[in-house]
């Protein structure tokens, strides 16, 4: 694990890179051996709230035949509309993907 910060903001003591259990999820982390506090990056809680279950938006990827697909929940297609035939365009971000529902209503002349 990378070190994103050395020294904890509690107590000012060093902190070491460590694999720390949270409600039964093993997790890599950082923590202060002096005071016991622990730190994890963004990454690690977003991984912690998949395995409890926190996370509703969550989905899987998944194959079918050669293409890599993702299904989405049903509220999520309703609340944008979104039907069979309808197109998502990928938008490249620093934090991630952003799909943008394009319908193809929208695309016909």
Do not use: Q, W
Not at 49 to 67: A, C, E, P, T
Not at 75 to 84: A, C, Q
Not at 87 to 102: D, M, N, W
């Amino acid at each position: 694990m990378k070190k994103f910060m050395k020294t904890c903001y509690k107590c000012g003591s060093s902190v070491h890179a460590a694999k720390i259990m949270k409600e039964g999820v093993k997790l890599n982390g950082l923590k202060c051996p002096k005071c016991g506090e622990e730190y994890f990056t963004s990454s690690e809680l977003v991984k912690f709230d998949i395995l409890k279950g926190k996370r509703k938006l969550i989905r899987k990827f998944g194959v079918l035949g050669d293409s890599t697909i993702m299904r989405f929940p049903n509220d999520v297609l309703e609340d944008y509309g979104i039907k069979p035939g309808d197109y998502g365009a990928f938008e490249k971000r620093p934090e991630g993907i952003l799909i943008k529902p394009v319908h193809s209503k929208e695309l016909e002349m």
